[in-house]
């Protein structure tokens, strides 16, 4: 099976686990039916989860043509850097809260470099383990799993294949704000909770009018 790069809409990276040896990579397309997505297993220590989506990241976020010339160098990746997702997201704490954005573009570009050089953070958002970061390319969740937290998912959309976005505001047996992303791909829907108080909802949809509206 061949997919063109430019029929890539969305990628994901997800690292192993206590008792799952195998990390994957996800692969979503504009192409309909069986090959709406793709999974590929990777053995643990056998591939650099980073380089990959390093390289995704630059075939796919590129603004021209989805390809790369011959011998040009990807942005490097830090061997083991994948493990550093645990103290970043001890730093973030465990509430739906706005994060210093410059903060988190420093630690995403240090301790788990998953940004391209180029790529600038315009907004986080932390609830519970995982978090959204809005870059000037790409809309990046990342999804904490098991209970050790050792398993994680970076999921990767890029701001082009984003259609819409909504906003529900906090009511009063509902103490979150929400925020939802819809994209033209079988990612679907993404949703991010926002603690009333703790997350400027009106800055928020301001970010949101400047990255999806020409």
């Given at each position: 099976?061949?997919?063109?790069?430019?029929?890539?809409?969305?990628?994901?990276?997800?690292?192993?686990?206590?008792?799952?040896?195998?990390?994957?990579?996800?692969?979503?397309?504009?192409?309909?039916?069986?090959?709406?997505?793709?999974?590929?297993?990777?053995?643990?220590?056998?591939?650099?989860?980073?380089?990959?989506?390093?390289?995704?990241?630059?075939v796919v976020l590129r603004d021209g043509p989805a390809t790369l010339a011959p011998g040009a160098d990807l942005?490097?990746?830090?061997?083991?850097?994948?493990?550093?997702?645990?103290?970043?997201?001890?730093?973030?704490?465990?509430?739906?809260?706005?994060?210093?954005?410059?903060?988190?573009?420093?630690?995403?570009?240090?301790?788990?470099?998953?940004?391209?050089?180029?790529?600038?953070v315009d907004a986080a958002f932390k609830c519970g383990r995982d978090m959204f970061v809005h870059t000037n390319?790409?809309?990046?969740?990342?999804?904490?799993?098991?209970?050790?937290?050792?398993?994680?998912?970076?999921?990767?959309?890029?701001?082009?294949?984003?259609?819409?976005?909504?906003?529900?505001?906090?009511?009063?047996?509902?103490?979150?704000?929400?925020?939802?992303?819809?994209?033209?791909?079988?990612?679907?829907?993404?949703?991010?909770?926002?603690?009333?108080?703790?997350?400027?909802?009106?800055?928020?949809?301001?970010?949101?009018?400047?990255?999806?509206?020409?």
């Amino acid at each position: 099976v061949s997919v063109p790069y430019a029929r890539i809409r969305a990628f994901a990276v997800e690292s192993a686990g206590s008792f799952d040896r195998d990390a994957e990579l996800k692969v979503y397309t504009r192409i309909y039916w069986e090959l709406s997505s793709l999974k590929q297993d990777l053995r643990k220590g056998r591939a650099d989860i980073l380089a990959i989506q390093t390289f995704l990241s630059t075939v796919v976020l590129r603004d021209g043509p989805a390809t790369l010339a011959p011998g040009a160098d990807l942005p490097p990746t830090t061997v083991g850097a994948v493990g550093g997702i645990g103290g970043f997201l001890d730093w973030l704490g465990d509430d739906a809260h706005e994060i210093d954005p410059q903060g988190v573009q420093q630690r995403l570009q240090a301790e788990t470099p998953i940004l391209l050089p180029d790529e600038v953070v315009d907004a986080a958002f932390k609830c519970g383990r995982d978090m959204f970061v809005h870059t000037n390319k790409r809309v990046i969740f990342v999804d904490v799993q098991g209970w050790t937290g050792k398993k994680v998912e970076y999921l990767s959309v890029p701001i082009r294949f984003c259609t819409g976005f909504e906003m529900k505001t906090a009511g009063k047996f509902d103490r979150d704000s929400e925020l939802r992303i819809h994209t033209d791909c079988s990612v679907g829907r993404l949703n991010q909770d926002l603690r009333k108080g703790k997350a400027n909802v009106e800055r928020v949809w301001g970010v949101m009018q400047h990255k999806f509206l020409p």
